[in-house]
Structure formats: C-alpha cells, structure tokens
C-alpha cells in the first residue's frame, strides 16, 4: 500500500499513520471534524446526529472502517452524495470521482445513536489515491440544541406509519444542518429524540434528560458509566471538554417533550430555572456568545411557548442583549407527527435572518 493511501483514526491527538508508520503531521493536517468526536481504544467514537469527518483527496476510491448502527452520506464538494448503512464493524467502499483532480470530501452521519454510538476506526484509499491538505476550519460556529425536530427524526417518511426512525431520520435534511451548511460555519448538533430539559417524552429513562446527556461527548447508560457493560470502545463517562469549540451562535430549541404527551408535564418553575441556567452557563463557556431561542405549538394545550416567552421576557428585563426569540410553526407530517423535508427547509429559511443577525453573518 502507498504510504498516503491509508488514514488511521488510532492517533487523533498526535500523529497521522499512514501503512503503519508515523508520521510527524498532527491529525488536524488530515481530517477536519465537526460535532463531538472523542478517542477512545485507537478509534474516533460519536453519538450526536449529523457529526462528519472531512478531508481531500485525489483517489478513485475510498474505504470507511467503521463500527456501530448507522447510516450515512457522502458528500462530494459540498454537493449530496451516496448513502449507506453501517450494521456492525464494516470496511465499506465507495467509488469516488475517476477524474484525477483532488476533491473535498465529507462523511456524515445522518442518523441517530441513542444512546449508542458509531467508531471510526480507519480510512483508505484506493491504489494510487493520496489525501490532500486538511480542509480549513470556518470562521462562523454555530450549535444547535434540541430535540427530535432537530434531529430530523423522521424527516424522510411520507406519513405518521411510514417506515421506522433508522430508516427514516435524516440529520442532513434537518433545519439544524441546513442552516450550519447554508452558512458553511462549522457546528454542533446536540440533540436527542424524546428527551426534554428537565423530563422527558412520557418521562422515558429520566436520568439523561438533556441537561445532563448535554455534558458527555458520548452519552451511555447509567450501567456503563458504572463499568458493567461491555459495548465496545469506553466511551461513557467522558466529559465533553468545552475548549475544543466556541459557538458564536447557539439556537436553542427546547421543551417539546417537558411539555407534550400525556401528562405530568415538566414543572414550569423548575423548567425556566433550568433554561436561565443553560444560558449562563454557555455565557461562561463561550463569552460573547449569541442565542436564538425557538419555540413551537405542543399537543395537546400548547404549554410551552407560553413559558418559552417568558424566559425571553425575563432575559431582556434582566439586561441581557444577546439574544432573539422565534415562534415557529411546523407541518408534522412526517414519521409519528414530526416535520416534513418541505417543513424543515420552511424551518430553515424561516430562522436564517436571525441567525445570520446574531452572528453578524450577512452573507454566506
């Protein structure tokens, strides 16, 4: 094999290896990443939808070692690719352009782990493939923190009983991707189906609501963070280090879950204390930071905007000038009442201004 033919995620933080032997590049010359990535046992392991891995080649072809349950696309120059899907520890091969001019490519997982997670053990090219420079990060950094409709579960579905969220959940179909792509910043989607700020859908495992999976780069279980199962990579258990990426803008989307469903809903006291304490909390983090806070209609008595519009209301009154808040409305015809790809595009388009006001972003 050519020495530049192979990429191996084994030394994330410290060299790249190509045919097995090191060379003094950093990773960060090779791969651009974007979402949470971690190492752990020679691998790159995720969770969070839409996470992607992006590089530059000149090659015919080019093999994704990976492991884990999910599916994915590969873009070429920006433009959607092939898909394919990953059931277990799978080498998959994907032809490339046979064109001989090096192009950017960009792997993205489009569907959800949760709680589990996908590992990136290697990649390979093709006889007589190279990889090329480490594509450039962006100026503008964008994160999204959500739900189900940011996720973009079941965005794919032509009905409420169409399919199943595997099959059907597309993160890059989402409005959460949509806008990070339209901007081309860089980003983090940090979003779980069925899960709220402080309870979460029909109060399903309410341990890992979103405040406390938002901590993790890979969320677990309860029993892995204890060291009683063996899923593979030890992942569980690793805090996500909030030096490696500073949002310039945050759109926080919140609370369907804490206040849809069947009843008892989340305590609407508990539920803004909680929310204030988000959004200090990414102040501290990420000083300068702007927020675009989202609210939409809850079945079946609408509860949340309510609250939503007063956590804005008291955010303003307390002095607070860094953030914008939106109603939006959805069409839920998609997989068990979740948004179209007509609705999530109407999404998008719908929040760009303000996105692109808080960030200063006039222009893509």
């Not at 590969?74 to 520890?89: N, S």
Request: net charge neutral; glycine share 10%.
């Amino acid at each position: 094999m050519n020495p530049k033919q192979f990429l191996t995620a084994a030394f994330v933080l410290a060299a790249c290896v190509y045919g097995g032997a090191a060379m003094p590049d950093s990773f960060e010359d090779s791969l651009l990443l974007n979402g949470r990535w971690a190492k752990a046992d020679s691998c790159l392991c995720a969770s969070a939808p839409a996470v992607s891995v992006s590089f530059r080649a000149n090659a015919k072809e080019v093999s994704f070692d990976i492991e884990g349950e999910a599916r994915f696309r590969l873009d070429t120059d920006g433009k959607p690719g092939e898909y394919f899907t990953i059931l277990g520890r799978t080498v998959q091969k994907v032809a490339l352009a046979k064109d001989g001019r090096e192009h950017l490519y960009r792997l993205v997982k489009v569907s959800e782990s949760n709680p589990g997670k996908i590992c990136l053990h290697g990649i390979a090219l093709g006889k007589g493939g190279s990889f090329g420079k480490r594509p450039e990060p962006s100026r503008r950094r964008i994160e999204f923190i959500g739900d189900s409709f940011t996720v973009g579960y079941g965005v794919e579905a032509n009905g409420p009983e169409d399919g199943t969220p595997f099959e059907k959940t597309n993160t890059a179909k989402a409005y959460s991707f949509l806008l990070a792509d339209g901007f081309k910043a860089d980003y983090q989607i940090n979003a779980v189906s069925g899960r709220g700020l402080v309870r979460n859908y029909a109060n399903i495992v309410p341990e890992w609501t979103l405040a406390s999976l938002y901590e993790y780069t890979v969320p677990g279980s309860i029993e892995q963070e204890a060291g009683g199962a063996d899923q593979g990579p030890k992942t569980a258990g690793i805090r996500w280090d909030f030096e490696q990426f500073h949002p310039q803008v945050v759109v926080v989307f919140v609370g369907i879950n804490d206040f849809q469903g069947e009843p008892p809903y989340a305590d609407a006291v508990q539920f803004k204390r909680a929310y204030a304490a988000l959004l200090d909390k990414l102040r501290s983090l990420h000083p300068g930071v702007k927020f675009l806070l989202v609210s939409t209609k809850t079945w079946p008595n609408d509860a949340l905007t309510p609250v939503v519009e007063e956590i804005y209301k008291d955010q303003v009154a307390a002095g607070h000038a860094d953030l914008l808040y939106r109603l939006v409305y959805t069409e839920n015809t998609a997989l068990h009442g979740h948004p179209s790809e007509m609705s999530q595009k109407m999404l998008a388009n719908d929040l760009r201004p303000l996105v692109a006001r808080l960030g200063g972003w006039l222009s893509r």
